[in-house]
Nanobody, 124 residues
Framework: QVQLVESGGGLVQAGGSLRLSCSAS????????MGWFRQAPGKEREFVGC????????NNRDSVQGRFTISRDNAKNTVYLQMNSLKPEDTAIYYC?????????????????WGQGTQVTVSS
């Protein structure tokens, strides 16, 4: 079992930045592909980005390309989501996910473990 806890969310003005953290316990995340997803009220859970075991990252090109960056620190058992140039449409609950695979996935259902989420609100 892997327990995931997100932190770092909050209220920020448009154009600002936040860094989300996802701290894992129970097992080392070095063997897991890690992903970030978000869900706005009334909408389906959306892929934000992910990072494979080897460190290859994939972002949602349509919504966050060039603004969000994912990284991992296996020594700290933590994954990060650096969010810059935030927009009001980035407002959502952000979730961290772990997949028992070398490779990450855009599909929420293909992940094995989830955190409880952290709220990000971007004001205009």
């Amino acid at each position: 079992q892997v327990q995931l806890v997100e932190s770092g969310g909050g209220l920020v003005q448009a154009g600002g930045s936040l860094r989300l953290s996802c701290s894992a316990s129970g097992r080392t995340i070095s063997n897991y592909a890690m992903g970030w997803f978000r869900q706005a009220p009334g909408k389906e859970r959306e892929f934000v980005g992910c990072i494979s075991v080897s460190g290859v990252t994939i972002n949602n090109r349509d919504s966050v390309q060039g603004r969000f960056t994912i990284s991992r620190d296996n020594a700290k058992n933590t994954v990060y989501l650096q969010m810059n140039s935030l927009k009001p449409e980035d407002t959502a609950i952000y979730y961290c996910a772990a997949r028992s695979s070398l490779y990450c996935t855009r599909r929420p259902d293909d992940n094995d473990y989830w955190g409880q989420g952290t709220q990000v609100t971007v004001s205009s």
